[in-house]
């Protein structure tokens, strides 16, 4: 499992229902960029609308090898005082139907007052989801759960419940999740660092084993934090074959927001090898990585950075030592102005590059 930024992180934030949408390839030349149009043979039209409750959102999207989709997100639940948030999943046959052996009816809600965030697969078919519980809009504690096939909680993951939630030091929120090939499993997300403070997080990287413990050989007592700006928050993780672990996202320095990575070593610590002590900032004026890529790059592993930058798309291609690639763009990056805000969640290769 490399990342789960390879998938459609927020891919569809509306009120009411989960939507889904599919595009398909029409007319695909060599010499001209591909044309989307809606697959009129998934869903009606080309897409899908699966109610929750009060307010539903899409926030991962993951397929299985036999082509089934599986959407993971938040459902809100209205309550006579407030609201209740879940973690939920859904997951749909090739033609959109709702596939009735996942959950009840195709839909799963996780009995936990919980977000979720990011899924990922397992190579036995089992799931997992990671995100954080909910006591207040903030700040709450990172969550991972696993799923069987089926869509139940299973029973030999985090001592039965199904349901790991460490409580670090201080409130934490999950972010993405990525497998090893050695079945241990890697999570990326923020840790508050100041217990006053309601939204100032540094970055976090923890290591689960297979059983849903925390792998204490792995940083300091299975994760490590790392601070970048008075506020920094990784939201995409990504396995490198060598076993490194690269997070992006976002680090406040000097007041301005700006494209943050750190890569780690397989043992938890800060790589020394790559951009500055293990951390490269980009400066662009206002800017976030949301989301990273870098497999179909290999094997020269270059990557690539998507997100904010002004209110526009910002692109940037790191060499493999986190330095930028100064063949792309201008100097290594690139911005593209849509309309008065605009910012890339995903960013995916094509197969001409």
Not at 289 to 311: D, K, Q, W, Y
Request: with cysteine; hydrophobic share 40%; proline share 5%.
């Amino acid at each position: 499992m490399r990342s789960s930024s390879r998938s459609l992180n927020r891919l569809c934030p509306v009120a009411i229902s989960l939507c889904l949408v599919l595009a398909g390839f029409a007319g695909l030349a060599q010499a001209a960029p591909p044309r989307f149009v809606l697959d009129q043979t998934f869903g009606g039209g080309g897409f899908v609308r699966t109610p929750f409750d009060a307010d539903d959102m899409i926030q991962d999207l993951l397929r299985q090898p036999d082509g089934k989709l599986i959407a993971v997100g938040t459902t809100t639940r209205l309550l006579p005082n407030g609201f209740e948030y879940h973690t939920s999943l859904v997951r749909y046959n090739l033609d959109g139907r709702l596939d009735p052996t996942f959950g009840t009816d195709g839909k799963v809600t996780i009995p936990a007052s919980s977000s979720g965030v990011a899924g990922a697969l397992q190579p036995d078919g089992k799931l997992l989801s990671v995100g954080r519980t909910v006591t207040s809009f903030l700040i709450g504690d990172l969550t991972l759960a696993r799923l069987n096939s089926n869509g139940s909680l299973d029973g030999s993951f985090a001592g039965g419940s199904g349901i790991a939630s460490p409580n670090f030091t201080r409130p934490c929120h999950g972010a993405s999740v990525a497998l090893q090939a050695d079945g241990k499993i890697v999570v990326g997300g923020g840790m508050l660092y100041e217990p006053q403070a309601s939204q100032n997080f540094k970055f976090l990287v923890a290591r689960f084993n297979s059983n849903g413990t925390l792998d204490t050989g792995f940083g300091a007592n299975g994760y490590m934090t790392t601070y970048i700006g008075a506020d920094s928050f990784p939201t995409s993780l990504f396995l490198r074959p060598d076993g490194q672990i690269l997070l992006a996202g976002y680090g406040n320095l000097g007041g301005t927001y700006h494209f943050a990575l750190a890569q780690y070593t397989s043992a938890g610590v800060l790589d020394p090898s790559f951009g500055t002590n293990g951390i490269t900032i980009t400066f662009f004026p206002q800017s976030s990585a949301s989301s990273i890529f870098g497999g179909e790059l290999e094997p020269v592993g270059e990557f690539l950075a998507a997100g904010l930058a002004s209110s526009d798309f910002a692109l940037a291609r790191y060499m493999p030592n986190g330095s930028l690639d100064q063949t792309f763009g201008n100097g290594g990056v690139q911005t593209t102005r849509f309309s008065v805000e605009s910012r890339a969640n995903a960013v995916v290769m094509l197969p001409d590059g």
